[in-house]
């Protein structure tokens, strides 16, 4: 199976380019892998989505959505595209708006969604805020599941851990929390002077990697010993750091 290969061409503008010498000449909102590899979704600064099936090399779909660029994630049918209030469905290119069936008065103070992640099952979908809230939904008919704080800041990006008990949070601030789903609270391992834009677990949920801005060092955490390493030229360089997790 060829597939995409996803080049980062500097400054703000990271380019994809297809074997069929087809690119996106701009920076993209959203880009997921569905649950089998083999669909690429990608959305695009000027609202433009596409799908890429990398098993038959084509397009299945590209259409330009309105003109709201904002973070979509595949639904687990891999049929439906969601960015948190509504379900686009790429087949039949309807949009079906989430009708909660309660919606908290907690949400009222936590602003605009700015960042989407499902869970590792799918079955919950997670949408961190501009006021550092995470809403978490199911994500076929938006009724609400669970309600968590972690700050004020505007969460760019968030991540499930390993069997969907925490939930990573890269913040505006620079700041980096893991919120325990099963007591609700939060805990903050790191701090950085800059913003940060992406955060995500291994697939053993015991190292979380994160970056942000040009002056942010990328990082990657061991979540057994909570030990904070700078990634410079492919090699580990322990820092030095004070952090206290209870377990």
């Known amino acids: 199976m060829k597939a995409p290969l996803v080049l ?15 690119y996106y000449p701009e920076g993209f909102v959203s880009l997921e892998w569905n649950r089998t590899g083999t669909l690429l979704l990608a959305y695009s600064l000027s ?24 973070r979509l994630t595949w639904i687990d049918d891999d049929t439906h595209i969601s ?43 997670a949408l961190g805020t501009t006021n550092g809230c995470v809403i978490v939904i199911d994500p076929m008919s ?29 913040n505006e601030n620079g700041q980096v929390n893991i919120i325990n789903t099963q007591t609700s609270g939060f805990v903050t391992i790191d701090r950085n002077q800059n913003e940060l834009f992406a955060i995500d677990w291994d697939a053993s949920g015991t190292q979380l990697a994160f970056g942000g801005e040009a002056d942010t060092e990328d990082t990657l955490v061991s979540m057994n010993s909570i030990e904070l390493h700078q990634i410079m030229s492919g090699s580990l360089v322990p820092l030095e750091i004070k952090i206290t997790v209870e377990p």
């Open 83 to 125: 960015n948190g209030t509504t379900l686009f469905n790429i087949k039949s290119n309807t949009y079906d708006l989430l009708r909660p069936n309660v919606i908290p008065e907690a949400w009222g103070s936590c602003g605009g969604t700015s960042a989407i992640a499902n869970s590792t099952d799918r079955q919950e979908l």
């Open 142 to 170: 938006g009724d609400h599941l669970a309600f968590y704080k972690a700050g004020g800041e505007t969460i760019r990006d968030l991540d499930w851990g390993r069997n969907d008990l925490q939930i990573a949070t890269a």
């Open 8 to 22: 980062n061409a500097g400054g703000n503008d990271p380019l994809v380019y297809f074997e069929s010498g087809n």
């Open 47 to 70: 609202s433009r989505l596409t799908v890429y099936n990398s098993q038959t090399e084509a397009f299945i779909y590209d259409y330009i959505t309105g003109n709201n660029p904002v």
